[in-house]
């Protein structure tokens, strides 16, 4: 593994990746750095969660030239949430090097953007913004040495290549294009070969399209049975923060609000929520005040939340690829994560599409009864027993404890303490709307109609500043869930 040090990176970089608690670098890392600073273009395909947003930032960063005035380095990304997600590592990262970076979306003020784009050497911007900008010569590209695409199949798929195409020839042909990409479609291909300058790949997938850092299991289940399971597998579970996937936004609003009924701390997020609702729920879901979002795909894409521990596909995905981006919400950085999908037996075939994509073999999990997620809640309060017992000062409690002791039964006593502690969680019956189940067949029609614009941007947002060190080591996990039919490496 390859130290920062050893890249011949400038103090200030070296400082404020240490001051992050990067230490090694990451596979994507270690082989773009040195190829973008000696200015080659880079097309990158690399696993979710490895670091590709420092792969690119750090050259983009360490070639800005403060005596030049202007944007010298554009990051295209597709969503807000992304953009705003990627320009806080980017200011992270240019912290100490004086460098700053913008995000540029829709939605947010033209103004007062135009008059904060004359402050900053970096732009993160979405598409339709920026060309908005472009148009209306509101943004001054002619500095421009360095440009970005993140996530560029997923641009194509929102219908944003022809404006990708319109931004790039908008600047300055000496300059340096680095393209991230989780797949490599004829349409990215195109941009390769006509809008970039022989492009070096960078390719550090295994044979496998997913971490290893990812557990991922199935469950095979009626339709009508999925939510009770869904509720059983979290209370087994436990975990710091999920992530469940429906596949409609109506599906979404059901199950958040049937979560909610059933006792969970959850929220949905889509496309049809506003700008600022999107935002309130994802910090409230970074901050642990909610404890499980509920999202579609667009949702997911790119977002960055170090404590997801579980993803569950409530429904399985119609795209095998969106399967990826979904349970690559997990497992970041090089923690451990987990990833359960709900099968219909008619979806057998989808399940096995997704395999033969990833090539990863899916594990089968049974449905635990009611009677074993009752247990997992009894877990939880036994540790949480023994934590106010090592951690509390329990002197004033301990009188009682011993009167209450010379009159009743010990066992009985912790029985009946632990029975208060543990949510009982009553099965309330709860009504889903019924979704039709994927048909292999139908989602090869599904794909031809991806290609426009639409899903509204959504879901990507940025981790809670941490500055622990954060060795990019496999199974680093904290590993606070409660697993269920697997050994856990907890704590
Ligand atoms: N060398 C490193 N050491 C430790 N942590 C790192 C390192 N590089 C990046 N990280 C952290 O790993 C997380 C994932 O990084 P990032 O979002 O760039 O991944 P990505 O490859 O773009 O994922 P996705 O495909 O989902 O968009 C971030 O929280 C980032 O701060
Ligand atoms: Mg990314």
Redesign the pocket.
Known sequence: MTK?NSLGLSDPILKA?DH???????P??EQTIPLGMEGHDVIGQ??????????FGIPMIEKVDKQVRGVQGLVIAPTRE?AI??AE?LN?LGKNAGVRSLPVYGGSNMERQIRALKNNEIVVATPGRLLDHIRRKTIKLEQVHTSVL??ADEMLNMGFIEDIRDILKALPTERQTLL?S?TMPKEIRDIATTLMNTPKEVKTKSKEMTVSNIDQYYVEIAEKHKFDALTRLLDIHAPDLAIVFGRTKRRVDEVADALQVRGFRAEGIHGDLTQGKRMSVLKKFKEGRIEILVATDVAA????I?DVTHVYNFDIPQDPESYV?RI??TG???RKGESISFVTPREKDQLNLIEKLTKKKIEKLRVPSYKEAQKGQQDIAVTKLIEKMNADDINDYKQSASDLMDQYEAQDLVAAALKMLTKERQETPVRLSSVQPISTRNAKGAKGGRHKRGGGGQGRTS?RGNSNK???NKGGNKGRSKNFNQNNKGK
């Open positions: 920062f990746l992050m608690g990067f230490e090694e670098t990451t994507i890392q690399a696993q979710t969660g490895t670091g590709k947003t420092a792969a992304l997600q990627v590592e992270r993140d996530e991230f989780a894409r790119g977002l960055d170090s981006h690559g919400r970041r950085a090089g981790q954060r060795p990019y």
